[in-house]
C-alpha cells in the first residue's frame, strides 16, 4: 500500500502592481521598491503594471512605467501594461515606447536584444569628413 500523494504547494500568485493618479517623479523611486518586493512574492512571468486609475498620463507617468519596465528587467522579468488606453498609448507611441512598455516579455529577460538579432554595426570614425563635389544629388 502506497502513502499519501504529496501535495503540491500553492503556485503563488502573479504580480500585479496597480498605479492611480497622480502618479510624480518622487514616487518612482517607492513604485520600484514595490515592484521589486511584489515581483519577488509572485510567480514567475511578467509583472503586470495596472494603469487603469492613473486619470490624465503625463510624462511623469511615462518616466514611472520606464523605470518600472527596467526594474523588471535586473530581476529577469518584463511588465505588461493593463487597461492602459486611448491618451497614455499616444503618449507612449509619441515618446517611442510603445512597443517596449506594452509588449510582454516573450522570455524571462524583459530587456536585451531579441534572439537572433546582431548588435548594430558602426563605422570608426577615421577623422575624414565626406566632400560634396559640385553637382552631386543630395543623399
Request: glycine share 12%.
Amino acid at each position: 500500500m502506497t502513502g499519501p500523494e504529496p501535495e503540491n504547494p500553492p503556485m503563488p500568485p502573479p504580480a500585479v502592481l496597480v498605479l492611480v493618479h497622480p502618479v510624480t517623479r518622487a514616487e518612482v523611486a517607492r513604485l520600484c521598491e514595490r515592484l521589486t518586493a511584489l515581483a519577488r512574492r509572485a510567480g514567475p512571468g511578467p509583472v503586470t503594471v495596472d494603469v487603469g486609475g492613473v486619470g490624465r498620463p503625463d510624462l511623469a507617468v511615462v518616466e514611472a512605467l520606464s523605470r518600472l519596465r527596467l526594474t523588471a528587467g535586473r530581476l529577469g522579468r518584463g511588465i505588461q501594461l493593463r487597461n492602459a488606453r486611448g491618451e497614455l498609448r499616444r503618449l507612449l507611441a509619441w515618446t517611442g515606447l510603445d512597443e517596449a512598455l506594452t509588449t510582454p516579455a516573450t522570455s524571462g529577460h524583459a530587456l536585451g536584444p531579441e534572439p537572433g538579432g546582431e548588435a548594430e554595426q558602426r563605422e570608426e570614425a577615421l577623422g575624414v569628413q565626406e566632400g560634396v563635389e559640385p553637382g552631386d544629388p543630395a543623399p
